[in-house]
């Protein structure tokens, strides 16, 4: 018995370019998705890393990578920074 073989293009279609981002997955773009926030306010709260990955049962690497994104969507210099970012509140600059 031969293997089945595979599908062969039709000769007519087209190829479409693929979506941006992940499938099915929101694009939070400038804005911080749910799960940057929780890390944002547990940094702000003075949290380490490791104490943010073991409260949301994440990767300490993983939130690294939160953490980093929260500082260049903010514009926050470094973790002081963003809690003084956090307590201005939406649309006021920080003190």
């Known amino acids: ?3 089945p073989s595979q599908p062969q293009p039709r000769p007519d279609a087209v190829a479409l370019p693929c979506p941006q981002g992940r499938p ?3 694009s939070y773009g400038i804005q911080l998705s749910p799960r940057e ?3 944002a306010e547990l940094v702000a709260a003075g949290c380490s890393n490791r104490a943010i990955a073991e409260l949301l049962c994440l990767s300490p690497r993983t939130v690294e990578q939160h953490v980093a994104r929260v500082l260049r969507k ?3 210099p470094n973790r002081h920074g963003l809690a003084e970012v956090l ?3 939406p649309g ?3 003190p």
């Open 87 to 89: 307590a201005a509140g």
């Open 37 to 39: 926030r929780q890390v």
């Open 74 to 76: 903010l514009g926050a």
């Open 1 to 3: 018995m031969s293997p």
């Open 24 to 26: 099915g997955r929101p």
């Open 92 to 94: 006021e600059p920080a």
